[in-house]
């Protein structure tokens, strides 16, 4: 790979000399690692892979149920992905465990800013404690629908997707315990994966990325509560993106560094100024995995509860029996209906995630349920996904790799001496997705904007 003059010649100037050779050889000549993280609130490590016929090689030490792989196979053609099952997500962005771990202690309101396409969302998603909200936020609609998918896959009922600028976040009077902001930057972590990031980056590229990261972070820097947190990330090497970045936040708010813990063994590097500001530079020649920034950094003031007025406009909210049936302790839901979409929100959460959805519009509101036709309901894709889906209130049809592949592509599917009407399709004894059984043949459910569209 012919990496740009100019970016070499700033790695020398950041790095001492024999250093930076090892890294520009890195992003050269050695191949990126392969790593997954597994859902736990789905799955073990063995199912999948079994699954995708590789083998683990060795887990990520920064993250748990997080594993590298011994080849990178085809995940497109795994419908354990498509389950929900697991997240293909580059090793290093796993850090971000650490720095949740850092300021998280209890019930928070989290704003993950740039969230698309989900990779680190439904990381925090599956740390955060029991009686957080999570908001994933996209500013592009295309990304932002990805967000969606990634984000129903993964089955969590405390979740919003959100399609919205910074500035109107921080305008809109919501207040947020933590916001995460992996800001879009200029990519010279991602050179090895990615062709595209060495064509497009100049010096002017990285000056422009971190006048645009400053505008991000002073629009969304209202919403911060005081006392809470930002975890501020890019997936650069850079100091204009990086340390000089968290040191305007510090000169321009107040914003105070706080340290991550780390293990000396993960051979993560400090400020690359050499100064003693608590920031984490993750280096392909020294970890395992591609280039990456991360610091913490807290809002100065300590937080009480504000007064804001309610909408008086609320959404319908609903009872039908087969939400009791579908849906796992549905005691400790509320279900509301807008047009004719059932969705359901954990009843502790369910008044705070209407004055959010009030404000920002969502894409995913908690859990969608059903859509109601006439008298009927039909089950929504989502509810498959769910977390909190009853299986067993439905007729369930075990599909081999080839059938659960032909159903992801929205293609026709029959069974032989099923029973009418819906059924729940499971691939490896897991939901896979919903088909209405005719008889003579089957209604395919999966929604055709997921399809899979590659062939074998």
């Known amino acids: 790979m012919e990496l740009p003059s100019d970016f070499i010649n700033m790695l020398s100037g950041l790095l001492p000399e024999g250093e930076a050779a090892e890294l520009l050889e890195a992003l050269r000549e050695t191949p990126p690692p392969v790593s997954i993280r597994l859902n736990p609130d789905k799955v073990g490590p063995g199912e999948v892979f079994d699954s995708l016929g590789c083998s683990t090689d060795g887990a990520v030490p920064w993250a748990s149920d997080a594993f590298y792989l011994d080849r990178r196979p085809l995940f497109t053609l795994d419908p354990k992905l498509h389950q929900g099952v697991y997240y293909v997500q580059e090793a290093s962005s796993m850090f971000m465990e650490q720095a949740v771990r850092s300021c998280v202690s209890g019930p928070v309101t989290f704003l993950d800013l740039c969230a698309a396409p989900g990779g680190k969302s439904t990381h925090i998603a599956s740390l955060l404690p029991e009686g957080s909200i999570l908001v994933a936020n996209e500013i592009q609609r295309g990304r932002a629908n990805i967000l969606a998918e990634n984000m129903v896959k993964w089955g969590r009922s405390d979740v919003m997707v959100t399609c919205n600028t910074p500035r109107r976040i921080g305008e809109s009077g919501l207040m947020f315990d933590v916001i995460a902001v992996d800001a879009p930057c200029s990519g010279e972590g991602m050179f090895r994966k990615e062709s595209q990031a060495v064509a497009d980056w100049s010096l002017a590229t990285v000056d422009m990325c971190a006048a645009r990261q400053r505008m991000i972070l002073a629009d969304i820097w209202p919403a911060l509560k005081p006392g809470g947190f930002m975890i501020y990330s890019t997936c650069t090497f850079n100091l204009s993106e990086d340390e000089d970045n968290v040191r305007w936040l510090i000169g321009e708010f107040g914003a105070e560094p706080v340290p991550i813990q780390t293990e000396p ?28 920034f991360i610091a913490l950094l807290r809002k100065p003031g300590s937080w009480s509860p504000s007064s804001r007025s309610k909408s008086a406009k609320r959404a319908a909210e609903v009872r039908f029996p087969e939400l009791e049936r579908w849906v796992a302790g549905a005691d400790g839901f509320r279900f509301f209906m807008e047009r004719d979409s059932i969705y359901g929100l954990p009843a502790a959460l ?107």
């Open 350 to 456: 369910a008044d705070d995630m209407l004055e959010i959805g009030r404000l920002l519009y969502p894409l995913v509101c908690g859990m969608d349920v059903a859509v109601k036709k006439g008298h009927d309901l039909i089950p929504s894709h989502a509810l498959a996904m769910s977390c909190a889906l009853c299986a067993d209130s439905f007729n369930r049809v075990e599909v081999s790799r080839e059938q659960a592949l032909s159903y992801l592509r929205c293609e026709a599917v029959q069974f032989e001496n099923a029973p009418k009407g819906f059924l729940l399709l499971t691939f490896m004894d897991r939901p896979l997705g919903f088909v209405k059984n005719l008889g003579n043949r089957a209604n395919n459910m999966y929604p055709r904007e997921w399809r899979i569209r590659m062939s074998v």
């Open 265 to 292: 063994s993960w051979n993560i590097y400090g400020a690359l100024d050499g100064s003693d500001i608590p920031v984490n530079n993750f280096m392909p020649y020294r970890t395992r995995g591609e280039g990456f």
